[in-house]
C-alpha cells in the first residue's frame, strides 16, 4: 500500500513539474522574442544611422546582447567576413537553421526571420529600413499573442499536469 501511494505520489508530482516546465517554456519563447526585437532595433539603428556595414552591424548587435541569437548574428558576421563568395541570404538561412532546436521558435516564426534576411542586406537604406520595420510589425504581433495568452497558458499547462498525474495515479491504483 505505502509503496502504490509512493508512486501515486511521485506521477503526480512528476506530471505537475511537466506541466509547470511547458509554462516556462512560453515565458521562455516570449522572453526570445522579446530579445530579437531588441536586437532588431538595435540592428536598425546601426544600419540606417550609424551607416555601417551589414556583417559589422550584425557583429555590433550580437556583442551586445547574449545568448542564441548573439551567436546568430555573430556567427552570420564572422561568415560575411571570410568572404567566400557566399550570399547572405544563404549564410542567413543556414545559421538560422542551423538553431533551430535551440531558438524555440515556431515554424511560421523561423520562416519570418528566414524572410527577414532575404530582403537585407542587398537593398539600399530605404528599401532595408522597410524591410526591418515589417519585420518589427510581425515580431510586434507574435510578442501580443504571446503575452496576451501567457497567463492563461501557465494556468493550463500547470493544471494539465497535475490533472494528468491525478489521473494517472487513480488508473495506477
Known sequence: MVLKLTGSLLVTCSCGALGLWKAGQWKDHLGLLE????????????????????GEALGHVGRKSDGVLAGLFMAVEERILKQEGELFYMIWRE????????????DRERQELIGFGEHLGYLDLEMQGHTIAIYLEQLEMSIRFYREHEREQSRLYASLGIMGGLFLSIMMC
Open 35 to 54: 530579445q530579437l526585437r531588441k536586437m532588431i532595433v538595435l540592428l536598425r539603428s546601426e544600419i540606417l544611422y550609424a551607416h555601417t556595414p551589414l
Open 95 to 106: 545559421e538560422v537553421e542551423r538553431r533551430k532546436k535551440e531558438m524555440l521558435l515556431s
